[in-house]
């Protein structure tokens, strides 16, 4: 971050900002109720207070006591956060002020203005959070003067050396559109259908990040989940072949996946596709490297069972931090919060595999957004940070027309691989067998034959290339009579 910026105290608004805000500038909040505006500004003073700096909080509508008790029950250390309070009290009401020859406007600005004043001078404080600012219109005559009031009241705090964050509660009858053009900055908190989000629309001398970003508000606070631009991160790494352990395999992919590819196994249910992935892992970890497979569909005791019950020893991999299964419920996150998952993974812990089980169920944390152009910026991503991508895409249908993928991410792909059934006629009976396929490499060569696949208890097996096989992308593939070469 740089040093002339100061932290607002959540990391991933720190980056959407493009590392904090500039000091000694004012700064709009705006959004509905429970939006998280109050939240941010807990945020934006606890930083402040973490860093020994002066801060003041001062407030036009929750009383005092009850934005402590909150603040606590958020687990923000505001004890010695010293709070303005210019909420009305209950004497307001029992009282039943009037006022005759004055409007009330006039009357109460004075003694507001004098409080404000004598409590900045006093605490004369380096961050100031206000909230809300719009209760300032009921103390102005007009919206002229409302304007006027408010840039002079910014200036006052900002010549004392204070950067100040302060909410509005833009109605139809009352916008806020003045205190967008005043501020330096304004970030709008939305609760949309979809979830919340957080957009900067304004940011004076400074980049930011636009668009909407995903936001949730938890029982510690407020947490960011930046938008994703694949292009702003890249590291370096050799594009060699990795092996998935298995001779027949490679020979098929000329030499296995590539580094910093991003691959579709695709095919029906219980073919084998996440079985297949999972042991390119397993010779990752052999050569020391980590890998991550997120699995949308089904449980982690499931998929263990599955994959020992085949010699690919997960939990073994599990152990030795060689690999590391998260399962991802997709009703429950964005794709901006597992776009966040995936780089945490691999900045902080060097991944260099990661598997997607399956698109289908990715698809369901979409929540309305396009399925591609999210999955476009997180395998860019991981493209330019030398990471192999192993995407699972099941197939509806168990037979039929050949058929890739079918919510039109082939283009994605760098290297295409498929599995499907066989119907084996033998002399006696019927069989179902497995084959595996490739259709697509970008950056080598690949066999254009299909070779039998098996998996069984003692891994996976892989046939020589499977001769006298007719139509094998057709709906029915035929056997002719040379079925494998010897």
């Known amino acids: 971050m740089s040093e002339n910026r100061l932290s607002v105290g959540i990391t991933g608004l720190n980056e959407v900002i493009g590392g904090g805000l500039i000091p000694q500038r004012s700064y709009l909040v705006r959004g509905g109720p429970g939006t998280g505006k109050t939240t941010l500004g807990f945020h934006f003073l606890a930083a402040g207070v973490a860093l020994g700096e002066k801060v003041l909080f001062i407030t036009l509508g929750e009383p005092e006591a009850q934005l402590r008790a909150n603040a606590q029950w958020l687990g923000f250390d ?41 409590q900045v001078q006093a605490v004369k404080p380096q961050r100031v959070f206000l909230d809300a600012i719009t209760q300032f219109r009921y103390l102005a005559t007009d919206e002229f003067q409302f304007r006027k009031q408010v840039l002079s009241f910014l200036r006052f705090l900002v010549e004392g050396g204070a950067t100040v964050v302060f909410t ?19 970030i709008y908190l939305e609760l949309l259908p979809e979830g919340r989000t957080l957009s900067v629309t304004k940011l004076r001398g400074s980049n930011f990040r636009d668009g909407r970003h995903s936001l949730r508000l938890t029982e510690t606070g407020m947490q960011v989940f930046p938008r994703l631009l694949p292009d702003s991160y890249q590291q370096d790494f050799i594009a060699e072949a990795i092996s998935s352990g298995i001779p027949e395999m490679d020979e098929l992919l000329h030499g296995g996946l590539e580094r ?21 892992m397993k010779e990752a970890a052999a050569r020391g490297e980590r890998s991550v497979v997120y699995i949308f569909e089904e449980s982690t005791s499931t998929l ?30 964005s794709p901006d919060e597992f776009a966040n998952m995936v780089r945490t993974e691999v900045e902080a812990h060097q ?31 991981l493209k330019n940070m030398g990471v192999t991508v192993i995407l699972i895409n099941e197939i509806e249908t168990l037979a039929g027309d050949f058929r890739m993928t079918e919510i039109g991410i082939s283009y994605l792909a760098d290297n295409l691989v498929f599995i499907r059934y066989l119907e084996h006629q033998l002399p006696t009976r019927t069989e179902i067998c497995k084959a595996i396929g490739v259709i697509k490499k970008r950056v080598s060569n690949f066999e254009k034959t299909l070779r039998e696949l098996d998996i069984t208890r003692y891994g996976i097996k892989v046939s020589k290339p499977i001769r006298g096989l007719r139509g094998i992308l057709s709906a029915a593939p035929l056997w002719m009579d040379v079925e494998t070469e010897d």
Request: glycine share 6%.
């Open 351 to 381: 991944t260099r595999i990661v598997m997607i089980d399956s698109i289908s169920g990715y698809q369901l944390s979409m929540r309305g957004q396009d399925l591609v152009s999210n999955l476009h910026a997180l395998c860019k991503y």
């Open 78 to 118: 505001i004890e010695a956060m010293p709070f303005l309070d210019l909420s009305p009290s209950s004497e307001f009401f029992t009282k039943v002020q009037t006022y005759d020859i004055f409007s009330a406007s006039e009357v109460e600005r004075e003694p507001t203005t004098q409080k404000i004043i004598e």
């Open 304 to 333: 263990l069972h599955r994959c020992e019950s085949v010699n690919i020893p997960v939990q073994q991999m599990i152990d030795q931090k060689s690999l590391s299964v998260i399962p991802v419920e997709p009703l429950l996150y």
């Open 168 to 186: 509005s509660e833009g109605t139809l009858s009352a916008p806020d559109d003045d205190l967008q053009f005043i501020s330096d900055g304004v």
């Open 260 to 280: 910093g590819t991003v691959s579709v196994i695709s095919g029906p249910s219980g073919v084998g596709k996440t079985t297949v992935g999972i042991q390119f």
